[in-house]
């Protein structure tokens, strides 16, 4: 007995005293983090006061510095636009070996790329363009295992693109524009890569197969040519729409004559951007503009007031790092004209993709409106679009929304019909019924339950992950000007009384999605032409069908080619047509149409134990 207590004792002893090795050792690597920036930042002079002191908490209160979960490490650094001006000085932010993250952008740091960056293992993205950097890129960059964002653009390289940069299998964009980079392109493969800029530097020769799957625009301001993939590879193309480097003297000529025009012209405009920007940072906190970009970074708002008027607001639990101008500068794609604007598809430089919506007649004052986007961006839940920053200006109202890259339920109901669409299965409409009126259950809890979504229609409702409905464009509707009569296809969700009223409700939200189930049941749009050139109404439509008790004709062939699903069609379409009684009382709350919907697929599974996998088979 006494022998095992002594062992206990024992072991109790060392065993703490690991512990209290483990947590020293923990702590001293946080030291030397804190060292190393220290040392960095003393050793380069800026423009900007950084909050940085021995004395406070580092991953608190620290500008620009991310520790990991446990507070044990340093594990990204953003400092843009901080004024830094000089060389990288060796052995300072190498130390640093947890780094993933390390954003030095729009500073005045020159010199060679530091050679020691190769000691941090962990870096997955390096943002150093609009620099002075010079020199050869790192000939090896086979220690970056993690680096999925590089992004040198707007430095002086020059030299080759190495060969080593294929090695870097995560790589997701590579940015060495506005360089003076020389030589061929290399066949870099790399199979995820999302995002790739070349243009303006010295490169010449042919653009490898592999990277010809990038717009010509990554390209432009080179002298490379394209392979045409029939044609011999002696017969090579310039680039189209891109002008080949001027050989002949009054090219070269008139190019001068260009160049210099604009640079004259540049100059005016600069010279009264400048004038401008002075005169309304005045009060700003000696911030000279030294740095053209007033950028709004969100690494920028945690430090200073500067900006903080109009700046990209960004709700808890974002983890993209973007300010307004990567937005403006992102290749974007027009998704549609929705209710209230135009949508567009952002692809960051870091390939996130993000969806831009800029509004248009917003009603609300800058106050009511950042209310209404706080209101919105607090709701998480997996049935519902998380917004996750905005923009607020008195020219300019934003929001940016996750991107649901399958599109909307819309465009997969209506896009191409007929030819070779694959079909939407009746399990998948189900599960898309089923999570759109979570979303919208969720939605109308918010905010002591009312909340109101307001814009319920196929093409604002998408998948998520799990291929469940999830909805989007909720709450703006207290923030836009009154509702216009509605064009076309909208109008066909809008409750009868809000065509007087002007004024969503939930009861009114209840019948746009009573109109979104029909549309699911019967693939016909909210408003759509039968015969002749007359438009219908599909609630009305529906109702006279069912009247004449044709009701097996409402539903889309596409569906009811599967077998044993009528039931659950009959079912859902009564459960839809309670949604669309006329009288705003009659119609059922989110919560109670939530379970309706639920039981749907619960009464089938009862009645048909043994055909619950029935409904996806291919058609009998
Ligand atoms: C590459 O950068 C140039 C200049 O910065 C820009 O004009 C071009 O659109 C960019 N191309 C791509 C594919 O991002």
């Not at 997701?172 to 995002?195: H, K, M, R, Y």
């Not at 030294?290 to 990209?312: C, H, V």
């Not at 009126?437 to 909340?451: D, L, P, Q, Y």
Request: negative net charge.
């Amino acid at each position: 007995m006494r022998v095992i207590s002594v062992y206990y004792v024992v072991f109790l002893v060392v065993f703490s005293g690991l512990i209290s090795y483990y947590n020293g050792v923990n702590a001293s690597l946080l030291d030397d983090d804190k060292e190393a920036l220290l040392d960095f930042v003393n050793k380069v002079p800026h423009l900007h006061v950084l909050n940085w002191s021995e004395s406070t908490l580092i991953c608190s209160n620290w500008t620009g510095i991310t520790c990991n979960a446990d507070l044990t490490r340093v594990i990204a650094v953003r400092l843009p636009a901080v004024g830094f001006n000089g060389e990288i000085p060796g052995d300072t932010i190498s130390r640093l070996s947890a780094l993933e993250i390390l954003s030095l952008r729009e500073n005045g740091i020159s010199g060679r790329f530091p050679s020691d960056f190769g000691r941090l293992k962990n870096l997955s993205m390096l943002y150093l363009q609009f620099n002075s950097l010079s020199g050869p890129l790192p000939d090896d960059f086979s220690a970056w295992e993690n680096l999925s964002v590089l992004n040198l653009s707007n430095n002086r390289f020059n030299g080759s693109i190495p060969k080593s940069i294929s090695s870097l299998s995560l790589l997701s964009a590579l940015d060495l524009s506005n360089n003076s980079i020389s030589g061929e392109v290399p066949d870099l493969g790399l199979p995820n890569l999302q995002v790739l800029n070349l243009s303006n530097n010295n490169l010449t020769g042919i653009v490898p197969k592999s990277l010809q799957r990038f717009p010509r625009s990554a390209f432009v301001g080179n002298d490379v040519g394209f392979v045409n993939s029939s044609v011999e590879q002696s017969d090579v193309s310039p680039v189209p729409g891109v002008r080949p480097k001027p050989r002949n003297w009054w090219r070269q000529a008139w190019f001068l004559a260009i160049v210099i025009g604009c640079g004259v012209l540049g100059i005016v405009a600069f010279g009264f951007l400048f004038f401008a920007c002075c005169l309304r940072r005045k009060d700003d906190d000696g911030f000279t503009g030294k740095f053209p970009k007033g950028s709004m970074s969100p690494e920028k708002t945690i430090s200073g007031s500067q900006d903080s008027k109009n700046r990209l607001v960004f709700f808890e639990g974002c983890n993209y790092a973007f300010d307004l101008e990567d937005l403006l500068r992102a290749s974007a794609e027009v998704l549609g004209k929705g209710t209230f604007g135009m949508s567009y598809k952002a692809i960051l430089e870091d390939a996130n993709v993000v969806v831009v919506k800029r509004l248009k007649e917003v009603s609300a004052g800058k106050r009511e409106f950042e209310q209404q986007m706080e209101l919105i961006g607090s709701i998480r839940h997996e049935n519902a679009v998380a917004l996750r920053a905005y923009y607020y200006s008195r020219d300019e109202k934003l929001m940016v929304n996750d991107h649901c890259s399958q599109g909307s339920i819309s465009a997969m109901l209506h896009n191409q019909r007929g030819e070779d669409r694959i079909p939407l299965d009746w399990e998948t409409r189900l599960r898309i019924a089923i999570g759109a009126a979570r979303g919208i259950t969720h939605i109308h809890s918010v905010n002591g339950g009312k909340f109101v979504h307001g814009n319920i229609r196929s093409s604002n409702i998408f998948l998520n992950s799990q291929k469940y409905g999830s909805v989007s464009d909720f709450g703006l509707a207290t923030v836009m000007s009154p509702l216009a009569p509605p064009i076309s296809r909208a109008a066909g969700y809008r409750a009868p009384e809000v065509t007087d009223t002007r004024k969503a409700t939930q009861a009114s939200d209840v019948y746009s999605f009573g109109v979104f189930l029909l549309e699911l049941l019967t693939g016909k749009s909210p408003v759509h032409a039968t015969g002749g050139d007359e438009l219908v109404h599909l609630v009305r439509w529906v109702h006279s069908v069912v009247r004449e008790e044709w009701t097996a004709e409402v539903f889309d062939l596409e569906i009811l080619r599967y077998a044993h699903v009528e039931e659950e069609m009959v079912e859902m379409l009564q459960v839809a047509l309670t949604c669309v009684a006329r009288v705003p009382e009659q119609r059922p709350k989110m919560p109670d149409l939530l379970k309706m919907i639920e039981d749907v697929r619960q009464s089938l599974a009862e009645a048909h134990p043994e055909n619950t996998t029935a409904t996806s088979s291919p058609p009998h």
